[in-house]
């Protein structure tokens, strides 16, 4: 994993270090330098209330087995028919055999789910957490209105807010 210094605009105080990439860096984007003081906004923090958490890899990703389960499960059973249908013994051991490599590997994989549940129960509270204080905080208004020069996303949120709309643009919470 590679990281990088960050410096205070004004005074070049090292402020911050973390993961730069792909991967999006979420938290409260306001940074107080402890050197000098000053606020600046880093727009490289993303406010998760915002932007939500890119959870899509994982989405997509179980959307994908769920289809391989399907079509395993599917075929095992559709050779087991076959075979039986045959009425050879060795034709109907071949079925099984078959058949059974591929509820084998299903069952593997609601195994691997099971255990992978509570990490995944944990991580989500956690991003719930962090999304429920970045709405606080969107929530005052001096706050939003110095984030929405930084970010289009806060200005969108901000326009809406000023027009009177009751239910201005937020990123769906993590569930
Ligand atoms: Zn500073």
């Not at 940074?31 to 003081?37: D, L, Q």
């Not at 890899?57 to 045959?86: C, D, H, P, W």
């Not at 109907?92 to 490599?101: D, H, P, Q, R, V």
């Amino acid at each position: 994993m590679k990281y990088t210094t960050k410096m205070c605009p004004y005074c070049r105080h090292p402020y911050v270090i973390h993961a730069p990439g792909d991967q999006i860096k979420y938290g409260c984007p306001l940074i107080i330098c402890s050197r000098c003081g000053k606020n600046f906004w880093d727009t490289d923090i993303k406010e998760p209330a915002l932007y939500g958490f890119d959870n899509e890899f994982e989405k997509r990703k179980r959307l994908e087995t769920n289809l391989a389960m399907v079509m395993y499960g599917g075929i095992g059973l559709v050779i087991l028919i076959a075979s039986i249908i045959t009425e050879y013994y060795f034709m109907i051991i071949f079925g099984i055999l078959i058949a059974g490599f591929d509820f084998f590997l299903i069952s593997k994989e609601l195994e691997r789910r099971a255990q992978n549940k509570k990490n995944h129960d944990l991580i989500i509270k956690e991003q719930q957490k962090q999304y429920d204080e970045s709405f606080k905080r969107l929530q005052n208004m001096n706050y939003l209105r110095g984030l929405a020069d930084v970010d289009f996303r806060a200005e969108f949120v901000l326009k809406e807010i000023e027009s009177g709309e009751k239910d201005p643009f937020f990123a769906d919470r993590p569930e």
